[in-house]
């Protein structure tokens, strides 16, 4: 069965400072990846997604996220914060059953202070 | 762009009634899911549709039922509202059922059973 791990429920980080959201996923099948945001309020939003190709992938907001295969992770990494980054972040994976099925993992709740 | 609208963004429901969420989407997609987002939980998939009268389970389909009688609208309605359903949904549609669709998610609808 497929599944995904975010490491750390809650990460805080200075403004200019990097942001690492991690998140780990088991798949027996080559798996594609994706990063969603949600903003206070809102529903989600599609940050990035890895299909196939370039492992290093780069997303909306300055976001990119980079597939490891050897370590099944897919971690979210911004070299500077802003404060409109806070936010709760999101890493799925589609499903080996077909229709698209989504499995998420639990969301990391990032907060930038000034 | 994608616009998916759900009928209400708070609802306030008593113990035993029926209650009926609605989300309608404006692109043509194929597919479109119901999932229930809880603290700690990260969002978990109740049902989908992949066409017209077409409906499958997702992970946590007890006390819920789906109706899918045109391609734009997809309704979610709760038998006979528990206080355990007390969470926040969210309606998202994809334009097919290939694994690296991107998913477009509504605003939510924070449901509280009293």
Redesign the interface.
């Known amino acids: 069965a497929q599944s995904?791990t975010q490491l750390g429920?809650h990460v805080s980080v200075s403004e200019g400072a990097l942001v690492l959201l991690r998140c780990n996923y088991s798949s027996s099948v080559p798996p594609?990846l994706?990063w969603?945001v949600q903003y206070p309020?809102?529903?989600?939003?599609?940050l990035l997604?890895y299909?196939t190709g370039a492992t290093l992938v780069k997303g909306i907001n300055g976001f990119e996220a980079e597939f490891k295969k050897s370590e099944t992770s897919f971690h979210l990494t911004k070299p500077s914060a802003h404060m409109s980054d806070a936010a709760e972040y999101?890493c799925a994976v589609?499903?080996s059953g077909?229709?698209?099925?989504?499995i998420?993992?639990?969301?990391t709740r990032l907060a930038v202070h000034p | 762009d994608v616009k998916v609208t759900q009928s209400s963004r708070y609802l306030v429901k008593r113990t035993g009634e029926k209650v009926f969420l609605e989300c309608v989407q404006d692109m043509d997609h194929e597919n479109m899911f119901w999932y229930r987002q809880d603290p700690g939980l990260g969002l978990r998939l109740i049902y989908f549709s992949y066409d017209v009268k077409m409906k499958e389970k997702g992970d946590i389909p007890e006390g819920y039922s789906v109706s899918r009688e045109k391609k734009e609208r997809f309704s979610l309605i709760l038998e006979s509202a528990s206080t355990n359903q007390t969470s926040m949904y969210l309606c998202a549609s994809s334009p097919t059922g290939m694994g690296t669709d991107t998913q477009y998610f509504g605003p939510g609808t924070r449901l509280t059973v009293l």
Not at chain 1, 104 to 107: P, Q, R, S, T
Request: aromatic share 24%; proline share 0%; glycine share 20%.
């Open positions: 995904v429920s594609y994706f969603y309020n809102q529903g989600l939003q599609l997604k299909t999101f589609s499903g077909g229709y698209n099925k989504l998420f993992g639990a969301g």
